[in-house]
């Protein structure tokens, strides 16, 4: 099992950033793709950005792009989502997600989960 705790969640005004962590526990990190969904009320929980067991590798939904930035560090155990020029339309519960598996950008392709963690953002 792995254990996902997200934090750095908040209200932000349009324009401002925000950074999210995301700490695991319980089993090897490094045998881990990490990724963050998201879900807005009244929607589907989707994809927004996975990243490599080594880091060296990313990839982000076009909705993202240029805007946040994914980064972990193996000696933490934590993942990081690095939000940047935030718009209302990013409002929503992010979620960070752990698979041992081949990843993709549906949920069923995660193992492991977190409880979220709100991101509001107003106009």
């Known amino acids: 099992q792995v254990q996902l705790e997200e934090s750095g969640g908040g209200l932000v005004q349009a324009g401002g950033s925000l950074r999210l962590s995301c700490v695991a526990s319980?089993?090897?990190?490094?045998?881990?793709?990490m990724a963050w969904f998201r879900q807005a009320p009244g929607k589907e929980r989707e994809f927004v950005v996975r990243i490599s067991r080594s880091g060296s590798s990313t990839t982000y939904a076009d909705s993202v792009k240029g805007r946040f930035t994914i980064s972990r560090d193996n000696a933490k155990n934590t993942v990081y989502l690095q939000m940047n020029s935030l718009k209302p339309e990013d409002t929503a519960v992010y979620y960070c997600?752990?698979?041992?598996?081949?990843?993709?950008?549906?949920?069923?392709?995660?193992?492991?989960w977190g409880q979220g963690t709100q991101v509001t953002v107003s106009s």
């Open positions: 319980g089993r090897t990190f490094t045998n881990y793709v």
């Open positions: 997600a752990a698979t041992g598996r081949i990843p993709g950008p549906t949920t069923s392709r995660y193992d492991y």
